[in-house]
């Protein structure tokens, strides 16, 4: 567009104003950590999705962890296409900067795992208080150890339909992933969370299949 800027990838920017600025075609790159939920939801109900509009390069590391979980990806241009096995296996990780295991996408992972036999250890490295949403799981049937910054999670054959509230946007979209394969029926409260971080949230889950929908208090 013709601006003046340096400091790409440091901590100081630095702008030089321009008289004008030229019109550029530009496409918004996909959401990563929407896709990699979608990703994550089909591998909590050990099913197949094929998302559309992705680009794999930007969730590596989610795509690692889950096909060491036993799922299977095929990646191909703007698409991935995800086939889970009915059994995964329990595995360790550690959030990390760009481009490591992303913090945003910690609490989904962990509700992954909470189905999962067997013990993983999850170790938040990037934000504090980022376990607040685990309450909530555990109200749910979720069997996970706080210790610090480390998450013991210890998968259970069944999790179950209760009352909880989304604490943050990520942990909300963690109990939506939880509700789904829940026993009964889930209400989530505080979903403005969600909402804001998830366009067409509620549609496009309803047309995955998903028994929801949005109750106005």
Do not use: W
């Not at 993983?120 to 555990?138: A, G, P």
């Amino acid at each position: 567009m013709g601006a003046k800027v340096k400091g790409a990838g440091s901590s100081h920017i630095e702008i030089e104003g321009v008289k004008q600025l030229k019109d550029v075609s530009y496409n918004v790159m996909p959401d990563r950590i929407e896709t990699g939920t979608f990703l994550c939801l089909a591998a909590i109900n050990r099913s197949n999705m094929l998302i559309k509009n992705a680009d794999a390069n930007h969730i590596t590391p989610v795509i690692d962890k889950l096909e060491e979980m036993g799922c299977s990806l095929k990646v191909e241009k703007n698409q991935i296409e995800i086939k889970t096995p009915k059994k995964l296996k329990a595995v360790d990780l550690k959030t990390m900067p760009y481009p490591g295991f992303p913090t945003d996408m910690q609490s989904i992972f962990v509700t992954l795992l909470t189905t999962v036999k067997g013990t993983s250890v999850v170790v938040e490295n990037i934000f504090e208080n980022r376990y607040k949403y685990v309450q909530e799981l555990i109200r749910m049937g979720a069997k996970i150890t706080i210790e610090g910054k480390t998450a013991v999670v210890k998968g259970v054959k069944k999790l179950y339909g209760a009352n909880v509230k989304a604490t943050d946007l990520r942990g909300g979209a963690a109990l939506v992933l939880a509700g789904s394969v829940a026993k009964g029926i889930t209400n989530i409260d505080n979903i403005e969370y969600i909402l804001r971080g998830y366009e067409n949230f509620i549609t496009k889950l309803q047309n995955l299949g998903l028994d929801i929908e949005m109750v106005k208090g």
